[in-house]
């Protein structure tokens, strides 16, 4: 007697299966940004993805994770590791600017910030975890390539700091001033305007790291 062959099930990993993972992600951030943590539940990243409920948990285990996998991804998709590859051959003036601009462009994009006010959103009714997860994904990752990439330039006597940690953080603080905080307030007047204003702040703000942490 002939036996039927049998269908190898398909595993995770496969096209479709990848498919449906990128569904969810896309589905879970739109919800996130539009009606914050709190207010997405699974059911509705179920059905904006198109995909059951079954296969949302089945991908992500819980909301939390499916949140840390969101903002994970969006973060990479963003600022890649490669945003911060250190180049001996290139001036670190320019390498500087390069992710400054890089930098500051990404953190005052509408979407970007729709993202934290909604995580803020939560912070505000009691889920602080939620903003502990943005920030470990999101800035401390950035800061800690940031720190690599200065060490390199230290090595290479491109640059003279003694506090690679403090200095990073300065870095990053003075390329945004207060730029982040007028979009995250809504009080851009001009989107021309502010966009040029955006980007000589990130200029200057290399400058200024620069005078203090140039080797003299």
Same mark, same amino acid.
Request: charged share 30%; aromatic share 6%.
């Given at each position: ?10 595993? %995770? ?7 449906? &993972? ?16 709190? +207010? $997405?539940?699974? !059911? ?10 079954? $296969? ?17 991804? &969006?973060? #990479? ?6 945003t911060y590859? =250190? ?19 990404? !953190? ?29 994904? +999101? %800035?401390?990752? $950035?800061q800690g390539? *940031? ?18 940690? &403090?200095?990073? +953080? #300065? ?9 982040? *905080?007028?979009?995250?307030? +809504?009080?851009?007047?001009?989107? #021309?305007? =502010? ?5 000589? $702040? ?10 203090? =942490?140039?080797?003299?």
């Open positions: 007697m002939s036996t039927i062959p049998q269908t190898k099930p398909q595993g %995770p990993g496969r096209p479709k299966d990848m498919e449906k &993972r990128a569904a969810i992600l896309e589905a879970a951030k739109a919800l996130f940004i539009r009606n914050a943590f709190a +207010g $997405t539940s699974m !059911d509705a990243v179920a059905a904006e993805a198109g995909v059951s409920k079954l $296969t949302v948990y089945s991908h992500f285990g819980d909301k939390d994770n499916l949140f840390r996998e969101v903002i994970r991804a &969006r973060i #990479q998709d963003l600022i890649p590791e490669d590859h =250190y180049d001996p051959a290139e001036d670190i003036r320019e390498t500087l600017q390069r992710i400054a601009l890089h930098h500051v462009r990404l !953190d005052c994009d509408v979407q970007n910030v729709g993202t934290f006010r909604a995580i803020l959103s939560d912070c505000r009714q009691g889920n602080p975890r939620y903003g502990k997860l943005l920030w470990e994904e +999101g %800035p401390d990752r $950035t390539l *940031m720190k690599r990439l200065l060490q390199q330039a230290v090595d290479d006597s491109k640059l003279d700091i003694v506090n690679i940690t &403090r200095a990073a +953080g #300065q870095f990053i603080s003075l390329i945004k001033g207060e730029m982040l *905080m007028r979009r995250m307030f +809504g009080c851009e007047e001009c989107v #021309q305007s =502010y966009t040029a204003e955006l980007e000589q $702040t990130a200029r200057d703000g290399v400058d200024m790291f620069l005078r203090a =942490y140039l080797p003299r």
